[in-house]
């Protein structure tokens, strides 16, 4: 009878140290990953950020539209395109470093499109200025677009009761 208690005692203590050690190792793994995550992302420019420094320069005030060369840097070194559309013709009054592929006109129905969606694979922000609607390219399979920003009330206020 001693030998079995023992038995027990001594394999559930093994299975509560391999239990830790599994604890520990998931909480190193997830702090590991989690850091070079935050690492990886912490270069990548927020879409935002660059859309208010470039209207800040578009609605200056002046006709012709000059960006200073630090918006520039920012534009280049994230591989960022931009273009400015007319409202009235759809066509593009300004850009920089626009794709070859990118059409040179747009219809209100494009626009609609490509605003909710991609822009020949690119993700697509944009921004209304005073001179036109501002477009930022960033580079294809840098960001995800998820065009689905609607929820059934009635289905989240379910959830509230689970």
């Known amino acids: 009878m001693q030998s079995t208690s023992t038995f027990i005692k001594r394999k559930l203590l093994q299975f ?3 239990l830790v050690l599994l604890l520990l190792i998931n909480l190193l793994a997830f702090t590991i990953i989690g850091y070079q995550s935050v690492k990886r992302n912490a270069g990548l420019v927020k879409p935002n950020d660059v859309a208010n420094q470039l209207i800040n320069e578009i609605n200056n005030g002046k006709e012709e539209i000059n960006i200073n060369n630090t918006i520039l840097h920012t534009l280049k070194d994230n591989h960022i395109w931009t273009m400015l559309i007319d409202e009235q013709s759809g066509n593009i009054a300004w850009n920089i470093d626009l ?3 990118i059409p040179h006109s747009f219809s209100r129905s494009d626009i609609a499109l490509f605003t909710r969606y ?3 694979d690119y993700p697509i922000f944009t921004y209304v200025t005073e ?4 477009v930022l390219g960033f580079p294809k ?3 995800a677009k998820y ?3 609607y929820y059934d009330i009635k289905g989240m206020r379910a959830l509230q009761n689970i």
């Open 16 to 18: 509560i140290v391999a």
């Open 99 to 101: 794709p070859s592929e």
């Open 118 to 120: 991609y822009l020949k």
């Open 131 to 134: 001179k036109g609607v501002l």
């Open 141 to 143: 399979n840098s960001y």
């Open 147 to 149: 065009p689905a920003n």
